[in-house]
């Protein structure tokens, strides 16, 4: 068992945390633990980077069942999570087409190249943020097709960046 403070990307100040550790990843050059947290009686996935003042205490626990923490590494892009997953339809140029076909995005994506070159892509994601930063890296050459809300989220980022710009 481990305690220690973290400091979440979406929080202002760190929480002091006692932790029962199942399992660590690495994703995108940033350890991450799979852990049980007490404090909020469920899973929770922490960067290993925004832990400070860490101990290990003398207090056993019992390893939890795999099939109640591996759904954090299954059916969803990236490692940041939501309870529920969604599906996303993504229309790439055929420009853009080249460069990301056969990328591995999601374990159960799939892909189709239409006639004028441009790839649709499905796959599975469980938070927003995560999968709008990765297509707002490809700016103009995707756009988002389904799900209507996360369109509607890239729409607002994409005017918000042009407004940066004085656009």
């Given at each position: 068992?481990g305690?220690?403070?973290s400091l979440?990307?979406?929080?202002?100040?760190?929480?002091?945390?006692?932790?029962?550790?199942?399992?660590?990843?690495?994703?995108?050059g940033n350890?991450h633990?799979?852990?049980?947290?007490?404090?909020r009686?469920?899973?929770?996935d922490?960067?290993?980077?925004?832990?400070?003042?860490c101990?290990?205490?003398?207090q056993?626990?019992?390893f939890?069942?795999?099939?109640?923490?591996?759904p954090?590494?299954q059916?969803?892009f990236?490692?940041?999570?939501n309870?529920?997953?969604?599906k996303?339809?993504?229309?790439?140029s055929?420009?853009?087409?080249r460069?990301?076909?056969?990328?591995?995005?999601?374990?159960g994506?799939?892909?189709?190249?239409?006639?004028?070159?441009s790839?649709?892509?499905?796959?599975?994601?469980?938070?927003g943020?995560?999968?709008?930063m990765e297509i707002?890296?490809?700016?103009s050459?995707?756009?988002?097709?389904?799900?209507?809300?996360?369109?509607?989220?890239?729409?607002?980022?994409?005017?918000?960046?042009?407004?940066?710009?004085?656009?």
């Amino acid at each position: 068992m481990g305690v220690g403070w973290s400091l979440a990307p979406t929080a202002s100040a760190c929480t002091m945390r006692t932790v029962e550790p199942h399992h660590m990843v690495n994703y995108m050059g940033n350890w991450h633990l799979i852990a049980h947290c007490r404090l909020r009686g469920d899973w929770r996935d922490f960067v290993l980077g925004r832990i400070t003042i860490c101990s290990v205490e003398e207090q056993s626990f019992e390893f939890r069942p795999r099939d109640q923490w591996h759904p954090y590494l299954q059916d969803t892009f990236g490692i940041f999570q939501n309870r529920e997953s969604f599906k996303v339809v993504l229309k790439f140029s055929p420009e853009r087409a080249r460069w990301v076909s056969g990328e591995v995005w999601h374990e159960g994506q799939t892909e189709q190249v239409l006639e004028d070159g441009s790839l649709v892509r499905r796959l599975s994601a469980s938070h927003g943020t995560e999968i709008m930063m990765e297509i707002l890296r490809h700016g103009s050459q995707v756009e988002v097709l389904e799900p209507g809300w996360l369109r509607e989220q890239v729409i607002g980022e994409m005017r918000a960046g042009l407004e940066k710009y004085g656009g």
